[in-house]
Structures are given as C-alpha cells and as structure tokens.
C-alpha cells in the first residue's frame, strides 16, 4: 500500500519568504499527485496535480511543484508567500489503477507580516 | 453553488445513538468518496461509489458503518452504535473520471462528536 510523508509539520515565514514543502511517497508503480490546501474555516480546495508529462506543475496562487521519480518526491514551491497563504497544506497520492487518495498529515503553514 | 455538499455541517450525539450524513456531489460526478479526517492527520480513505456501486470498502470502515449512493447521485453516510472514537470530520469528494484521470473535489464536511 502506498503512503505519503510530510516531513514538516508546522512552518513558519515572514511574508515574502520563500516556501517549499516536503513530500515524499512510497509506491513503485505508476502515480498521480497532488496537493490540497486547507484555508482556516474553509473546505479543502485543489492546489496543483501532476498525472504525467512535464514534472513541473503550476498551481494556483503562484504555487508550483516538481515530481522527481528517482527522490519519490512531490515538493511543493511558492518564490514569495503571501500572509494570505497561512492555511495547511496537504500531499496526496493515488495510483494508476486505484482511485483512492493517500494523504499526508499536513503541514501547517503560518505566514506572519 | 455547484460545489460538494454535505448536511449536517456539525453533529453532537451522545454514545450509543445512530448518525446519519448525507452528501450531495458535483452534478454528473460519477464517483463518491468518503473520508475521515482527525486532528493533526489528513484525511483517510473510508468508501467510494461509482454510481450506485460500491466499489471498496477501508478496513476502517466497521460493521457499524453503512454507506449508500441508491440512484447514484447523493450518499449517505450512517454510524450505528456511536462510540467516542467516531468522533471526527467526515468529508465527501466527487470526481468524475475521464481517460484514466480524474481530480477529486471535497465538500465542507460534516464534524461529529460523540459524547
């Protein structure tokens, strides 16, 4: 079965820092990514996703990530956050053949002005 | 509104008592997930419907759990018997799959706790 790691639990960035957020999966097979951002009070909403092609993914809100088949690795990447992106942030992972979404537990990310 | 949605968006049960959840998915989403999210975790696969059809089950999911799509459109979600650990936040998704891909889209959530 597959799983999903989030090495970081909780961030925390002055406004105009870089991000990146770690995520590393566990399945040999064929995958598709994803991230999930959780907005304080608000539903989980659709970051970015990677099925296949170009490794770099674009994302709303600035947000990009990059698949790296050889780390088993989906990092998330914003150049410059904002005090609006405080929200978690969640890493899924499904496979070709099975629908069901393994997620992470989160990282936790506060931006202060 | 063409979002997920999900009634109630909170339950207060005592232990014992039987709960039921309802989830209205994105229209023509042929697909519906449950999950089950706890503080500090995210979430965790339950169930999912192709239309009227489930099509697996978690071992999470205990006999006191029941889930229906009966005309594939909404599901329902119900716990029977709850216990204190039940308490949690249960999320639908929709999806609707094309071509061997599909993006699963959440609704608010309904939050239980069981006293």
């Known amino acids: 079965a597959q799983s999903v790691s989030q090495h970081n639990h909780h961030v925390i960035l002055s406004e105009a820092a870089s991000l990146e957020l770690g995520c590393n999966y566990s399945?040999?097979?064929?995958?598709?990514l994803f991230w999930y951002v959780q907005y304080p009070g608000q539903h989980l909403q659709l970051l970015l996703k990677?099925?296949?092609?170009?490794?770099l993914v674009k994302g709303i809100k600035g947000f990009e990530a990059e698949f790296i088949k050889s780390k088993f690795s989906f990092n998330l990447r914003k150049p410059s956050v904002q005090w609006s992106d405080t929200a978690e942030y969640f890493c899924?992972?499904?496979?070709?053949?099975?629908?069901?979404?393994?997620f992470g537990t989160g990282t936790r990310l506060q931006v202060t002005l | 509104d063409t979002g997920v949605s999900q009634d109630p968006r909170h339950k207060i049960t005592k232990r014992g008592q039987n709960v039921t959840f309802r989830c209205d998915p994105i229209?023509?989403?042929?697909?519906l997930y449950w999950y089950r999210q706890t503080l500090g975790q995210g979430p965790e696969f339950l169930t999912y419907?192709?239309?009227?059809?489930?099509?697996?089950k978690s071992r999470l999911l205990s006999d006191r759990f029941s889930a229906e799509r009966p005309k594939g459109s909404f599901s329902t979600l119900e716990i029977q018997r709850t216990e204190q650990g039940d308490s949690a936040m249960y999320l639908c998704?929709?999806?609707?799959?094309?071509?061997?891909?599909?993006?699963?889209?959440f609704g608010p959530g309904t939050r239980l706790l069981v006293l």
């Open positions: 998704a929709s999806s609707f799959r094309d071509r061997g891909v599909e993006t699963q889209y």
């Open positions: 229209s023509e989403h042929n697909r």
């Open positions: 899924a992972v499904n496979t070709g053949t099975a629908s069901k979404l393994t």
């Open positions: 399945y040999g097979g064929t995958v598709n």
């Open positions: 419907f192709q239309n009227e059809a489930q099509l697996e």
């Open positions: 990677y099925f296949s092609g170009d490794p």
